[in-house]
């Protein structure tokens, strides 16, 4: 049975594609371009409008490509707007993301009819290094969301929060690095409230430090984190660990804390402000991001201006920037006061012209130094600790760990060289220990 992936939207979408192509190759199936699988599933997302479109188009086009194939849809769109989905020409199936964990089983009925592949489905058929086409690995500790954002479809999409335990969690990495997989990424729609929902109930935090416990040579990074959950312990643990790389992406979203209390975000700007500080003093050269949206419904030009202002004296090296668009059956969508569309997009394209000066400060910033980094798909480009991307003179075997001196940072483009693989040296950057231990010690 030859199938095929096609994941659209955020980190979480991609661990639990990944997630998915595993279960499949363990049930017999190969991997294979979508116009030529018995089976294509579409795992979609639902943030905004033009994913709706795209996630549409792309189910067409594989239906028009390959109408033999046994479509099925899942995701974000499909849980919000399944008849709208099952509508579409060749589409067999549409799984809300609360059946999602069990996609696999509920395709073994559909699988036993398509034709076998090169196995019979053994379990624990192991993942296969980069698994789909990827080197990161993305591995998805928790899921759904017990926010209340004002502007999020997210909750009523992807339900309560549901964690991983650690112990499944553990497994989960362990035979993602037996597989030869050097890092891994911490995924949840919520990954701040990892743990809550468990009994007994544990943390992001003990997650952390059971990870930091285990015997394995990958490095950890922790995805998205709301503002609210990132406790100076965890940052703590981050600074000393090194097997955490200086990464930390918290979401303030607005400026303002008038926005912010009609977002329902449950921090102030000043909140923000002390733990990007509180980083930034732990992990002098971490990489600190943010998501910011522009033209909110409450969003006045005042607003704006500070939400302006903020970003650019904050210490952020690279920021999203979002225009608002309504989600229907949110709270925001149903604001009285809205935006003129003309008037969200100036506002984004202001926002993103600060986003850009903090890219280029931090780039700059990284000019002479050397990081340890993880070569990605094609061997052109390395991944540094500090989440930058530099182009190298000579290109390198993919998924090695070297570390990399950055010579350039001109025209949105880093340049740099290789200077060790990163196992045959202990020497790490500027005198630092490099940032991953090896296997065994
Ligand atoms: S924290 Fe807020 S924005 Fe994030 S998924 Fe939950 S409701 Fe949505």
Known sequence: MKFALITFGCRVNQADSTCLDGDLRAVGGRPSHFEDA????????????SADQSARKMIRRVGRSNPDARIVVTGCYATRAAEEISALPGVEAVVP?????????????????LPKGTGDGPCGVPLETAAPSRTVHML?????CDETCTYCIIPSTRGRGRSRSIEEVLERVQSATDAGFKEIVLSGVHLGSYGRDLSPSTSLLELAKALDGQRTDCRFRISSLEPMDCEPA???????????????HLPLQHGSDNCLRSMGRPYSKDDYRR??????EALPDSAIGSDVMAGFPTETESDHDESVRYLADSPLTYVHVFPYADRPGTVASRMPKKNATNVVRRRASELRAVAAQLQG???RS????????????GGGLALTDNYLKVQLREPATRNSMVNVRINSAAGGQMMGEIVDSIYNSDVGVEGTPVSIRPANC
Do not use: W
């Open 361 to 363: 400060r931090f780039r």
């Open 275 to 280: 733990v990007v500080e509180a980083v930034r």
């Open 140 to 144: 998805c500790v928790q899921t759904g």
């Open 97 to 113: 993301n609360a059946r999602k964990e069990q996609l696999t089983d509920d395709l073994r009925a559909l699988i036993r009819s």
């Open 38 to 49: 018995d089976l294509v599933v579409v795992n979609t997302c639902s943030v905004t409008a």
């Open 366 to 377: 990284a000019i002479g130094t050397v990081r340890p980094a993880l070569i990605l798909e």
């Open 234 to 248: 965890l940052i703590e643990l981050v600074a000393r660990s090194g097997r955490f790389t200086p990464h930390f």
